[in-house]
């Protein structure tokens, strides 16, 4: 069958492609005017974060390989970047690749002033970084903290997310951190400013939907107004015109949330950029906002490959394995391409006969990096929010199944859903198992029956619905979500 529609789909193809009329692609082909005056979009331009002390990393580099990645990173003899995201640092201290703060020591109480210290080793080698960066053609230093110090926040550490002390919803017994922390980020700047650099925006939070174990402060919209209302009159009171960012939500969903709620509590004025990334959702339809937006981080987390770019079996490789992948997989069929009428017929039998596949991926980044994700694999997100939500209704199997990226998770599917009509539903989880470690055993077992309920009570939710409007794009993200809990101790 499948076959049989490929070989229809491609003589469609080749009538369609000898239909053409005569002279395009030629050289007498129409003319095509391009007018670099018509502008649809502001661009602010591109930009490149080497915080962590990945600064520090290019500077031990020896001067002819420091200007080789500089020369790439910042002039069009590479990719040209304008823009630079520094890291603002919340650690105690700074071994491996942790940033280390200005105040690192506790103040008495939360109305002392703080301990200043001078930037730890230049910012981590920002400052060197950013003087490179600007005499190369940046024109926008963002300054982006991951977390406030420890001793400002609900859970005493930078780490392991926790909240700032003085927003909605806490109540620490030190008090209201607000000003101080508002403080130390005027203090940064001041800093910078005394060594000629001039942040443009400043960012008080880093992916504050998660909880990790680096650097992490958790936010709701609220809460980050709660810290806007403090911040923004302390800027303007030490005479900065530097902007306010927020909130680096770790996905465009979440950070539609937080701006959401901002938006409430009517500090959007207060705002000079909204800033998201595209890893827990991928960036879909516009902010509802007149700030202008910026997806400040997103990747793949796919292995480094320095072949890449090399025209060799390398980069032949890699086309070859784009290719074989679907890009929007699973994608809808040739055959509903061909006319409407097939279109109409087909899609609706496509969506509720097929078993759809979505692949989950765990990430670990480096040793140092300490970090790890899970969540659908871009080609599926592209697809999940690329098919329209009266298609995705009418999806009656789900497959969930785990990348090797970069070991071996679980044998088997980690989820397997089947919706019958009436509310019949199939679902299947992987069973208890015996891990290498006998100790783990139980925090393992612990973990699979927590994801077991969290799956089972999303699924009771869909089963409700009315048969016509069954799942829903946010069905698969919480669905992957349910799904690591199991891998919580991992
Ligand atoms: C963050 O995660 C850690 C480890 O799972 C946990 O111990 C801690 O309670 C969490 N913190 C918050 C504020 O949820
Ligand atoms: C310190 O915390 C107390 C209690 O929340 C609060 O009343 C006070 O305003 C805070 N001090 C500053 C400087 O914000
Ligand atoms: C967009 O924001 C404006 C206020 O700025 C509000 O009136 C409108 O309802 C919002 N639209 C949506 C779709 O949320
Ligand atoms: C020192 C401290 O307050 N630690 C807290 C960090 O946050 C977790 C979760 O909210 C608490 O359980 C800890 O006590």
Same mark, same amino acid.
Request: net charge neutral.
């Given at each position: 069958m499948v076959a049989g529609l490929t070989a229809l789909s491609a003589a469609l193809l080749a009538a369609v492609v /000898?239909?053409?009329p005569p002279g395009y692609g030629g050289s007498s082909g129409p003319t095509i005017k391009v007018d670099t005056n018509c502008k649809y979009q502001e661009y602010d331009g591109t930009g490149v974060s080497e915080a962590f002390q990945r600064g520090l990393v290019i500077h031990e580099l020896n001067a002819a390989a420091q200007n080789l990645v500089l020369d790439f990173l910042f002039t069009t003899k590479g990719a040209g970047m304008t823009i630079l995201r520094n890291g603002l640092g919340s650690a105690t201290s700074d071994p491996f690749d942790l940033m280390k703060s200005i105040a690192p020591v506790a103040p008495a109480s939360n109305s002392s002033a703080l301990n200043f210290i001078p930037l730890p080793r230049e910012d981590e080698y920002q400052v060197w970084l950013s003087h490179q960066a600007i005499s190369r053609g940046v024109?926008?230093? %963002?300054?982006?903290? +991951?977390s406030a110090d420890g001793y400002m926040k609900t859970n005493g550490t930078d780490s392991y997310g926790g909240y700032l002390c003085g927003v909605t919803g806490t109540s620490c017994a030190s008090g209201d951190w607000r000003q101080s922390y508002a403080n130390k980020i005027v203090k940064y700047i001041q800093d910078y400013a005394a060594n000629g650099i001039t942040v443009k925006y400043v960012g008080f939070l880093n992916e504050p939907d998660l909880n990790t174990t680096y650097a992490s402060m958790q936010s709701d919209g609220r809460q980050a107004a709660d810290f806007i209302e403090v911040l923004y009159p302390t800027l303007a009171k030490a005479g900065l015109k530097t902007q306010i960012a927020c909130c680096d939500g770790s996905g465009w969903q979440q950070n539609r949330e937080r701006l959401t709620g901002i938006q409430l509590a009517g500090d959007e004025n207060k705002l000079g950029l909204v800033t998201a990334h595209g890893y827990s959702d991928y960036p879909s339809y516009p902010f509802n906002t007149t700030k202008h937006v910026w997806q400040t981080e997103w990747s793949t987390f796919d292995p480094i490959n320095y072949a +890449?770019? @090399?025209?060799? &079996?390398? #980069? /032949? &490789? !890699?086309? %070859?394995?784009? #290719? !074989?992948?679907? *890009?929007?997989?699973?994608? /809808?069929?040739? *055959? @509903?391409?061909t006319c409407r009428q097939l279109r109409q017929e087909s899609l609706p039998m496509f969506y509720a006969t097929c078993e759809f596949e979505i692949r989950l991926r765990r990430t670990r980044i480096g040793p140092t990096y300490r970090m790890k994700r899970f969540m659908i694999s871009d080609e599926n997100a592209l697809f999940v929010h690329n098919t329209e939500p009266k298609y995705v209704a009418t999806v009656r199997h789900l497959l969930f199944t785990f990348e090797e990226d970069p070991r071996p998770l679980a044998d088997g599917p980690a989820c397997c859903l089947q919706l019958g009509e009436g509310g019949d539903y199939n679902l299947q989880l992987p069973g208890p198992e015996v891990s290498r470690d006998p100790s783990f055993d139980e925090l393992a077992n612990e973990a699979r029956s927590q994801a077991g309920a969290a799956v089972r009570r999303l699924v009771a939710r869909i089963v409700a619905r009315p048969e016509k409007d069954k799942l829903r794009r946010e069905d698969f993200f919480e669905l992957c979500e349910a799904i690591a809990l199991e891998f919580k101790f991992g």
């Open positions: /000898q239909a053409n024109n926008t230093i %963002y300054a982006d903290a +991951w +890449w770019y @090399s025209g060799g &079996n390398g #980069f /032949q &490789n !890699k086309i %070859y394995a784009e #290719f !074989k992948m679907p *890009l929007y997989a699973p994608s /809808q069929p040739p *055959l @509903s391409h």
